[in-house]
């Protein structure tokens, strides 16, 4: 409002001092714009750094794949030494080694095939050329360095898990979608189709129409990170930790696993099903989460029982692989891989090492999901801790999961409060903690807690232990191997009463 004149000559004196206390403010007003435009750009050169941080576990993920030949060679390589220091007489006993050899080499290249072609699949959710150099300050807090590459953490993106019929429906950062026309550029040599690699001659060629997505992803069409000149060489630790995806893939999509995923994974569907058992009658289907997905397999048959089904995970080991088989397999079968031919002991019989296993047993997008499958990549508590996520489930399903914990307290504490009221929490697993002998890492926490604390703290959370048995099993063990080592996994049900221990 406009005053009058007599005001303004009235308030002279005050309209001065207003004057000075307004100088004042603007002073405090700029140098809070200052801060605050500090404070951004420290939050903005932070956030740099992270992705620099996280590009740099991925670029090394990524090597540690495509280093997977030439480390398997090697290994194939020292056999071949040792075999040539045998003397004449002893070679002669084993004559058909050399034959095993280029049997062994052939079963890499199919190997290596399919996780090439797994890569080309891959669409990195970050810039991957970002680097290290140009965000390096004193000012940053560059402790989650060591963090990021520890954890191959990464974003806590959710994308659809399963894109049927290759449509992809529902948010628009994923792991996938515009690479599916890729075929075999950069194909890893020396490629032999034997008949025993046959199965990878398939090439991805989906025609569902479902490239048309914009997803805002900084390195959609170049794979210039599959270009061996870029290439980091990594420790052969990143390398072991292919050949355990490897198996991990036999465990969740090949007919060999199914005798692993009847001990694991059945008695928790049978458990959803009886604890669910009207939920085909619901408007909105119960909802399940999964954390520490692996690669998948058991999100995806809780999806098929009815449940809206949600994988978490947070290492891109994974979330490459499972990605590839969820959303780009397009029959049983599809390929052949060689996943037990990396050790020489505990072998029956040559045959038994080098036998080739199919996969995936099914396809994924005709399993019958139930709508609003999805995976979601991060650390459990980081992203479950959103307040969003408060009572949100109605199911939280652990296998072989809570072991993985720096601080177990934590994912039970997370667990509890992401339970609706009357959500029901099933585990099965040992308690075999990861982080238990983690030497040369003297200060990475490891809270080991026994059976009985566990069950103690969960009832502290509000848990009320419905069901409990133990379950005998077995995790990625080859099933003709000499040695199984067996768990003797917990398995529970409890259920989140309303009283929760703040
Ligand atoms: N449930 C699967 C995988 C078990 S292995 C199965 O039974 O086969 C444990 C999995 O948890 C690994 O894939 C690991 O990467 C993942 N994981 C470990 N810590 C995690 C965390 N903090 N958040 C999300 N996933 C995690």
Redesign the pocket.
């Known amino acids: 409002m406009i005053p009058s004149s007599s005001e303004i000559t009235e308030t002279a004196t005050a309209s001065e001092s207003v004057t000075s206390i307004s100088t004042e403010n603007e002073r405090i007003e700029m140098l809070r714009e200052v801060e605050d435009e500090e404070e951004e750009e420290k939050i903005r050169r932070q956030k740099k750094l992270e992705e620099a941080l996280e590009a740099k576990s991925l670029r090394r993920i990524i090597s540690a794949y495509l280093n997977y030949p030439e480390a398997a060679e090697e290994d194939l390589k020292k056999w071949e030494r040792s075999y040539r220091k045998l003397s004449t007489a002893h070679r002669a006993l084993v004559p058909h080694y050399a034959l095993k050899f280029q049997r062994l080499r052939r079963c890499i290249s199919a190997n290596s095939y399919f996780i090439f072609n797994m890569l080309q699949a891959f669409e990195p959710p970050i810039d991957l050329s970002q680097d290290l150099d140009g965000c390096e300050d004193s000012n940053l807090d560059c402790a989650p360095h060591e963090k990021y590459i520890l954890?191959?953490?990464h974003d806590s993106s959710c994308q659809p898990a399963l894109t049927n019929n290759c449509t992809h429906e529902g948010e628009s950062k994923s792991l996938h979608d515009s690479e599916l026309q890729k075929t075999d550029a950069n194909e890893p040599a020396p490629m032999n189709h034997s008949e025993d690699t046959r199965n990878n001659d398939k090439r991805y060629d989906c025609d569902g129409g479902h490239l048309n997505h914009d997803h805002g992803n900084a390195s959609l069409s170049s794979h210039d990170w599959l270009d061996p000149s870029l290439q980091t060489h990594v420790p052969l630790v990143d390398v072991d930790k292919v050949r355990c995806i490897i198996r991990?893939i036999v465990?969740?999509w090949a007919a060999e696993g199914q005798r692993e995923r009847d001990q694991?994974?059945k008695p928790i569907l049978d458990e959803l099903d009886s604890l669910f058992p009207d939920r085909q009658k619901k408007s909105t289907p119960p909802s399940c989460l999964?954390?520490?997905?692996?690669?998948g397999?058991?999100a995806l048959e809780i999806s098929c029982l009815g449940f809206i089904s949600q994988g978490?995970?947070?290492?891109y080991?994974?979330m490459i692989c499972s990605s590839f088989i969820l959303n780009y397999a397009q029959v049983p079968g599809e390929w052949t891989i060689y996943p037990w031919i990396h050790s020489n002991c505990n072998s029956l019989s040559d045959n038994d090492q080098l036998r080739p296993v199919s996969i995936p047993d099914i396809h994924p997008a005709s399993a019958g999901i139930t709508e609003g499958f999805s995976m979601c990549g991060?650390?459990?508590?980081?992203?479950y801790n959103e307040s969003c996520q408060a009572g949100m489930w109605d199911a939280v399903v652990?296998?072989?999961?809570i072991d993985?914990?720096h601080n177990i307290i934590e994912?039970i504490e997370t667990i509890s409060k992401i339970l609706k009221d009357g959500g029901v929490w099933i585990n099965?697993?040992p308690l075999l903690y990861?982080f238990a002998d983690t030497y040369g890492h003297g200060n990475e926490m490891s809270i080991e807690l026994s059976l009985e604390d566990v069950k103690r703290v969960a009832s502290q959370y509000g848990f009320e232990i419905e069901k409990e048995r133990t379950i005998e099993t077995t995790?990625?063990t080859n099933p003709r191997s000499m040695m199984q080592n067996r768990y003797y996994a917990a398995f529970w049900t409890m259920r989140k009463k309303c009283a929760i221990r703040a």
Do not use: I, Q
């Open positions: 954890d191959e953490r991990n465990r969740d694991c994974y999964v954390p520490g997905a692996g690669l397999r058991l978490n995970e947070f290492s080991y994974m991060g650390d459990f508590v980081e992203v652990t296998c072989f999961f993985t914990a994912y099965l697993g990861h995790y990625t």
